[in-house]
């Protein structure tokens, strides 16, 4: 280890001066090495966790290699693996800090965020897919290294995939190794109400002490401070007391941060951190969640059946859940097994407001054509002329925005692939972040399709 350790060192000084900043500090100063093997030419990296070591992997990889390359005169393979601590330990203080240091929680708080952290949104009990892998490894180093790792963490996506349980699990998993930590968990509209009231009440004092001494700060819905300026504000002064407190702040919403229309000193501080986005899962990993749901109850659904509901709904786990709790209270009830024909049956309400969804991609693509003006056939033709190629992006990005269809599924709609919709809600919403009137034309075309 000493040789590998000793090249290491020169590969690191020549890989620092080619990385920018963050991604040095955040990812690339903290690689160990952990082992070679010079007959096969393989060099293991060892990295904080998995999701650094994905990030890395995906990201870095080759350059890593290149830098090896040239400082041993000859190619290795890499593998990053997570659990291994930088070398040198981080100098910020510990966040969760000890039992004397802090005003404990009043009881009735504490028995308030109690019920509100449902117990069985935990970290076990979330299926991972590849629409979350990302998101759950971002999370879980998040619990393991409170206000030093990522902070703020932003949750992203779209209803019914799992922000709010993987915020609770974040704080299910805090208290289970800190039981005296204290937890706010609320929505932005919650935060809001509790403001107002304060401010009525003249309990300001009171309110900042609360949420100023949180360890963990947890906003759900963070959408829900948009044109709220007082709140917004507040909550402003709260993220910056905590931040520099090193207490962590973890936000989920149903778009990025950029997207939700809160002032830029509040989007830019949100930028300090990670934001990880959650896509709709995929067919295997939807009958993956109804399977983990149905370990609980006592009764069980043949894997026809779940794989009937899993293949009809789509794009709300939410939804998918309640047809669960039909067909199992259903069993309850008959006291007979549950067939696919039946399932269908007295799933054909859910399954046909499923398949209305697609209409709706249709619907905004009618009206973006409109408003544009130019044809419907147009914006799924193959042409490329400015203005339609525009109107097709913005097409493209409404969907996505708007309903809680997947990537391939718009692309289907568009006559697309799923990274040309990629691409496209991104470039709109690069857009939308330098464009003032840019964003309020999108605001406008949205606040129509919605209403
Ligand atoms: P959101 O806050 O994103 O709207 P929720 O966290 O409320 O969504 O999730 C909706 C329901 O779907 C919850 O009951 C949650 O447990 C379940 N769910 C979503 N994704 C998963 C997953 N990957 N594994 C297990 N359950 C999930
Ligand atoms: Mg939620």
Same mark, same amino acid.
């Given at each position: ?24 500090? =955040? ?19 060892? !990295? ?48 969760? %800090? ?41 999370? *879980? ?13 932003? !949750? ?30 609320? +929505?932005?509209?919650?935060? !809001? ?16 002490? %609360? ?20 709140? =917004? ?34 989007? =830019? ?41 899993? =293949? ?18 259903? !069993? ?94 991104? +470039?709109?919403?690069? *857009? ?6 840019? %964003? ?12």
């Amino acid at each position: 280890m000493g040789e590998c350790a000793r090249f290491w060192y020169d590969v690191k000084n020549q890989l620092a001066q080619k990385v920018d900043e963050d991604s040095w500090d =955040s990812y690339l100063s903290g690689i160990v090495p952990v082992s070679i093997n010079e007959e096969t030419c393989e060099l293991v990296l060892g !990295v904080l966790n998995d999701f650094v070591a994905l990030w890395l992997d995906s990201n870095y990889k080759s350059l890593i290699e290149d830098e090896i390359s040239t400082v041993k005169s000859k190619a290795y393979a890499i593998t990053f693996v997570g659990g291994y601590k930088p070398e040198i330990e981080a100098t910020e203080k510990p966040v969760v %800090r000890t039992h004397n240091t802090y005003v404990p929680q009043t009881t009735k708080i504490r028995v308030e965020q109690n019920l509100r952290i449902r117990p069985d949104f935990t970290f076990d009990n979330f299926v991972i897919g590849n629409n979350n892998k990302l998101c759950v490894a971002a999370a *879980k180093s998040v619990t393991q290294h409170l206000g030093t790792s990522y902070n703020p963490f932003f !949750v992203y996506g779209g209803v019914g995939l799992g922000k709010t349980h993987l915020l609770q699990a974040i704080a299910n998993d805090v208290l289970k190794h800190h039981p005296h930590a204290i937890i706010e968990y609320h +929505t932005s509209e919650e935060f !809001v109400n509790l403001y107002v009231e304060a401010v009525q009440n003249n309990s300001l004092v009171a309110f900042r002490k %609360r949420f100023r001494n949180a360890d963990l700060l947890l906003i759900d819905d963070v959408q829900f401070f948009s044109g709220k300026v007082g709140s =917004s504000e507040e909550f402003f002064h709260t993220f910056n007391t905590l931040h520099n407190a090193h207490r962590q702040i973890v936000l989920a919403s149903d778009r990025t941060p950029h997207d939700i229309g809160l002032e830029d000193r509040l989007v =830019s501080r949100f930028d300090w951190g990670l934001s990880a986005e959650i896509l709709a899962p995929e067919l295997e990993t939807r009958v993956a969640i109804l399977k983990k749901k149905q370990e609980t109850q006592t009764v069980k659904l043949s894997d026809e059946v779940l794989f009937l509901v899993a =293949s009809r709904i789509e794009s709300n786990m939410r939804t998918l859940e309640s047809a669960l709790t039909i067909l199992t209270m259903n !069993v309850s009830a008959l006291g007979s097994e549950m067939t696919v024909e039946l399932a269908e049956e007295l799933l054909k309400n859910k399954f046909e407001n499923e398949a209305a969804r697609m209409l709706t991609v249709d619907h905004i693509q009618k009206h973006v054509a409109d408003h544009f003006d130019i044809k419907l056939a147009d914006i799924i033709s193959k042409k490329r002329p400015q203005n339609i190629a525009h109107a097709r992006m913005v097409g493209m990005y409404l969907s996505r925005q708007l309903t809680d269809l997947s990537y391939p599924v718009i692309g289907e709609a568009f006559n697309r692939n799923h990274a040309t919709i990629v691409h496209a809600v991104d +470039t709109i919403r690069k *857009k939308m972040a330098k464009d003032e009137t840019f %964003r309020s034309k999108i605001a406008m075309l949205t606040k129509y399709l919605k209403g």
